[in-house]
């Protein structure tokens, strides 16, 4: 209430030194003014223009009687009527004057009279401003707000102060009236308060950086006052933005040099407006960047290119432990004791001196002043991302990590894995490549082989080469029998332990089938198999044993019919 009380007297106050000056434009011209309505007169004969402005004037002046004895709410409500009323005046005595309506003695007379009107208002709203300058700098940051609050309004009646005085001038110049004298006193004005506004943003911009700055380091407990004295900054700066603009936008219409203030202004609020593309605010921005961008350098040049020394060496230092560290890590995994696959090696190697390289330019960035807390949110938050973006990728990863693990096959390996036939040539933790016996590079998805039959054929050490030869069954079942086993005995690839197996298998078709199955070492498999068959074919040729094929015998038997019978046909 006391503070509802207090803004209803400063408006009291305000509204009564605006409208005084107006109690004295001249008199009514030619008819005495009737008694107020609450209907405005309209007409469109322009002889009517100096009854409208006689009715406006004692409509103001009943008024301002009114406020001297309204209370409260009827205050409220008068003070706005006032408000608008002048507003009416100031537009009928615009037709006058545009229209010639009025003699030019009495045009010139209500002109005056609403130049003593913004020059009283200028002083009051001055002195009010100060005033309340220093009560919000004597207030505690509570107290401020509608205190702020009362600055803002006051900003925004200068600013329509200002535009009154002008729009003044520009009458007075129709009317063909000096106005040198008056043009300087606004010009004076309007460059005090360019300045003064301009002065009002750097601080007050250097003052909620430093409270920015304050809220991040400081406890919890604190931050709520921090937070309200930020939020009268912010309000005091945006008041001032405004101020500046209503203020520059007119400072144009008298040819004042405005083009740093726009600059400013482009500065605190970001906003980019029809302003930039004039020439001088351009070349203002550019020029005030260069000349922040040189004195960074000067300031910071030194201290920089010695973080920049120090990052390069940082990171050369990191690559050089990398190096050595997969060097070692090699050197480690490549011992037989620990009988590592070669993908488990190839791992090891790579995920080693990957690992020291990232530390190593985790170190090299924070020692130039990079904050790594976001740096490593940041990864966190895209590796959620690639994860959900990558899962093929991943589902190749994790069965890569599976063959890791139990080593179904390792590189040079000869298997049948994913439907592919063929040497392993490399192996990843995404696919595997493989080298069909026709040279032909297939690179399969670890996922497609983990999912499926995985035949490895040269992960034992020796293996039975398995044949079978058939004789005739005219032919020596022993002789053949001995011959078999002694080009078998007599191959020096093939192994005496375990013993070869050389059996009657079964009584075919076409032939009697011997099964012959040596053991040999993983790498004579084919030789063997290929020395045997050549050697079994012809040794069978020397001992005339035959080797059968498919045959059939055909039996024809011939049926005699008498001479009757074919005499009949």
Do not use: C
């Amino acid at each position: 209430m006391k503070t509802l009380s207090h803004r209803r007297q400063r408006m009291n106050t305000i509204m009564l030194v605006l409208v005084t000056p107006l109690l004295f434009l001249p008199p009514a011209y030619a008819d005495q003014a009737p008694a107020p309505t609450e209907q405005s007169v309209t007409s469109s004969d322009t002889s009517s223009l100096a009854h409208q402005i006689a009715r406006t004037k004692q409509y103001i002046q009943t008024l301002v009687e009114s406020l001297e004895q309204a209370k409260g709410d009827d205050k409220d409500a008068i003070q706005l009527q006032l408000f608008n009323k002048n507003e009416e005046l100031r537009e009928l005595l615009a037709d006058a004057i545009n229209q010639q309506s009025l003699d030019n003695p009495q045009l010139v007379q209500l002109v005056t009279a609403q130049r003593r009107y913004t020059q009283d208002a200028y002083q009051y709203i001055t002195v009010r401003l100060n005033t309340l300058n220093e009560q919000i700098t004597q207030a505690s940051q509570e107290q401020r707000l509608p205190l702020i609050n009362e600055y803002a309004e006051l900003q925004q009646y200068l600013s329509s102060v200002f535009e009154a005085s002008w729009e003044n001038i520009r009458w007075l110049e129709q009317l063909d009236q000096p106005t040198q004298e008056t043009r300087n006193t606004l010009e004076q004005r309007l460059n005090q308060r360019l300045r003064l506004l301009s002065a009002s943003i750097d601080y007050l911009r250097q003052q909620y950086t430093a409270q920015e700055k304050q809220i991040k380091s400081s406890p919890d407990s604190e931050k709520p006052a921090l937070q309200l004295t930020q939020l009268n900054t912010q309000q005091r700066l945006t008041i001032a933005t405004d101020g500046l603009k209503r203020t520059y936008q007119l400072a144009d219409q008298l040819g004042i040099e405005t083009a740093e203030y726009k600059r400013q202004l482009f500065g605190v609020t970001g906003n980019i407006t029809q302003d930039i593309l004039d020439v001088d605010v351009a070349y203002s921005i550019l020029s005030h960047w260069s000349a922040n961008a040189l004195n960074w350098a000067e300031d910071n040049a030194p201290q920089l290119v010695f973080q920049l020394i120090i990052f390069v060496l940082i990171l050369l230092v990191a690559k050089l432990l990398a190096r050595l560290t997969r060097s070692v890590v090699k050197s480690a995994v490549a011992n037989k004791n620990f009988k590592f696959s070669q993908l488990m090696q190839e791992f090891f190697v790579a995920m080693s001196g990957k690992a020291v390289w990232v530390i190593g330019i985790l170190v090299g960035l924070s020692q130039i002043g990079v904050n790594l807390t976001p740096v490593l949110t940041g990864f966190g938050i895209a590796g959620v991302i690639i994860g959900f973006a990558l899962q093929d990728t991943l589902s190749n990863f994790a069965a890569g990590m599976m063959l890791l693990i139990y080593r179904p096959f390792d590189v040079g390996d000869f298997v049948y894995a994913g439907g592919v036939d063929g040497k392993v040539g490399n192996m990843s933790l995404v696919n595997t490549t493989i080298r069909t016996f026709d040279n032909q590079i297939i690179i399969v998805p670890n996922s497609k082989i983990w999912g499926d039959v995985i035949k490895n054929v040269t992960r034992e050490r020796i293996r039975r080469v398995d044949m079978v030869f058939g004789i005739g069954y005219k032919d020596d079942l022993l002789k053949a029998e001995a011959v078999l086993t002694e080009i078998v005995q007599s191959h020096p690839a093939v192994l005496r332990t375990p013993e070869p197996m050389i059996k009657v298998h079964v009584l075919n078709t076409s032939s009697v089938d011997f099964i012959v199955r040596p053991w040999v070492k993983t790498d004579d498999y084919w030789d063997v198999y290929w020395d045997v068959t050549k050697t079994v074919k012809l040794r069978f040729d020397e001992e005339g044993i035959s080797i059968p094929f498919p045959q059939q015998d055909v039996h024809l038997n011939w049926v005699s019919t008498a001479p009757e019978a074919r005499s009949d046909h």
